[in-house]
């Protein structure tokens, strides 16, 4: 097939259905028909500042109609689009750059100061809207699509052609760029249509940010390839999302469980109308017990997923009809992907045994960007290493139990992070919590928690609380109250961040 991959998307929709809503941007609705003239006018720009197959567009910013427009773009030239964390600081963007090789850089309203920082010889900046301060160098967006032609273009683009490079979130140290094909996106919105039920009319809200794969993918893509319209902010903030739900009759999200305990908890949560809204995908960690029976008793589904930048993001869901019943769990395997947890000697564990979740699908990367030694380590016949600790039940419901180099051992016993973090999360005087492992004399190691408080309380009664709950061995030690996490961009805690803190600094 000449022409497969995501750029053909718009002129398919184009010709089913022009007249329908495609993006809908700060009181502006662009159909389906004129997303795909301006996804042409915007492969001629990118064209015209020497853009062509194998080449690299990088885009970062907040959520903006751009970053959809030169991702399709990209497509249709036959380029490979490169997401860029627009909350990273200008050594750890040059590093991307540099990595990635991009020769054009498209930036938000915001990054007019890391364009002029970065600014060098051979790399075209392109600003998306006109820069709040600094960027006077870099060539406007919407000037260069109103110049460009919007010509069809002959080039022929398969599935496992790279469709883009999104580089990983950094939570395991290092950043690495994922292959993602044209295949592996469409795999993972197939999937996802299977596993969701998107309508030719779904609004679906671009919340969570769109360099992140979660955001991107999760179900603004999906949404897209259906006919229906993706409504973009440029941002989270709680009160204004509940406002634009209920506006815009979004029927579906994708959010971190961040995310949803802070709209939970806004005092117009319970008096905005939320008719529309459907169904939330949920992913990052699971959904703790009280956020997730708030939005049930709103009458919202939630579907929690499991996934990671490697696999676009799609590996397993657990719908909300076994949400409580199988509480902690990520669910059983997406369509068209497999899942299994296996011994270090590559033997499947048995059930409820621990072991190392591995991942094989048509929506798993190609590899890493310029790191074939990292690509051999994770891939291996087919089947992606995720490094994380989990197990499958009974019922083939997969469990995460933490990542690998997360978990640690208290007098010969495994500890999980993520149990422990789970069982304070059920606690209502917690909002937040991360666990780690620190070096004692008597153990060997024990736990350490971070704790954001939502109401008055203290370590002992913490720890009394989750000795009615968890074995003596996994109840944390020492405790810290913060006032927050650091979290990565996608609302991931940095665990390096807090062992760094605790002076254990783990590579």
């Known amino acids: 097939m000449r022409k497969a ?4 998307w718009p002129e398919r929709r184009r010709a089913m259905s022009p007249g329908r809503d495609a993006l809908w941007f700060e009181g502006r609705t662009t159909s389906h028909g004129e997303f795909a003239l301006r996804v042409r006018r915007a492969a001629s720009a990118l064209a015209g500042l020497g853009a062509g197959p194998g080449d690299r567009v990088a885009w970062t910013g907040g959520n903006h109609p751009s970053a959809l427009e030169t991702l399709y773009a990209c497509g249709q030239l036959g380029a490979i689009w490169v997401p860029v964390n627009a909350r990273l600081t200008a050594p750890e963007v040059s590093a991307v750059l540099g990595d990635s090789g991009a ?13 002029d920082a970065l600014r060098q010889p051979g790399v075209r900046w392109v600003a998306a809207e006109p820069p709040v301060t600094g960027g006077s160098e870099s060539l406007p967006y919407e000037e260069l699509l109103a110049a460009a032609q919007p010509d069809t273009r002959d080039v022929p683009v398969e599935l496992d052609d790279p469709c883009l490079i999104m580089y990983t979130s950094g939570t395991t140290g290092k950043p690495k760029g994922a292959v993602l094909t044209h295949g592996n996106m469409t795999w993972n919105a197939v999937n996802q249509l299977l596993g969701f039920d998107f309508t030719q009319h779904e609004r679906t809200l671009a919340l969570a940010p769109l360099f992140h794969i979660g955001g991107l993918n999760g179900t603004v893509n999906p949404t897209l390839l259906r006919g229906g319209c993706a409504v973009i902010v440029r941002g989270f903030d709680a009160a204004e999302t ?7 009759r979004i029927n579906s999200f994708f959010a971190v469980p961040t995310m949803l305990d802070a709209m939970a908890r806004e005092p117009g949560f319970h008096s905005r109308d939320l008719s529309a809204l459907r169904t939330i995908g949920a992913a990052g ?6 956020t997730l029976r708030t939005w049930l008793d709103r009458g919202v589904t939630m579907q929690q997923a499991y996934g990671m930048t490697e696999a676009a993001p799609g590996c397993t869901v657990l719908d909300s009809a076994d949400a409580e019943r199988k ?17 270090p000697d590559g033997d499947d564990a048995d059930v409820d045994e621990v072991g190392e979740v591995i991942v094989r699908g ?3 990367m190609a590899g890493y960007w310029n790191d074939p030694a990292r690509t051999a380590e994770v891939l291996a016949d087919g089947w992606y290493r995720t490094g994380d600790a989990g197990s499958l039940d009974a019922e083939g419901y997969l469990f995460i139990r933490d ?5 640690f051992i208290s007098g010969g016993e495994n500890v999980y992070p993520a ?19 620190v070096p004692d004399e008597r153990w060997g190691e024990v736990g350490l928690a971070f704790v954001v408080a939502g109401s008055e309380v203290d370590a002992g009664a913490l720890r009394a609380r989750l000795r009615e709950r968890l074995a003596g061995f996994k109840v944390p030690r020492q405790f810290r109250f913060v006032d927050e996490l650091p979290k990565t961009a996608t609302g991931k805690v940095r665990k390096p961040a807090l062992r760094a803190l605790a002076g254990v600094p783990r590579e």
């Open 5 to 8: 991959g995501l750029g053909s």
């Open 103 to 115: 020769s054009v850089v498209v930036h938000g309203r915001d990054h007019g100061p890391l364009a």
């Open 242 to 248: 509940l406002r634009v739900i209920e506006e815009q």
């Open 285 to 290: 960690a699971p959904v703790p017990l009280p």
């Open 327 to 343: 509480a902690g769990s990520a669910g059983k395997a997406v369509f068209f992907t497999s899942v299994r947890v296996v011994r």
């Open 362 to 364: 048509p929506n798993v």
């Open 403 to 407: 990542r690998y180099r997360d978990m």
């Open 419 to 437: 149990e422990v973090e789970s069982a304070l999360l059920a606690l209502p005087e917690v909002m937040e919590a991360a666990v780690i492992g």
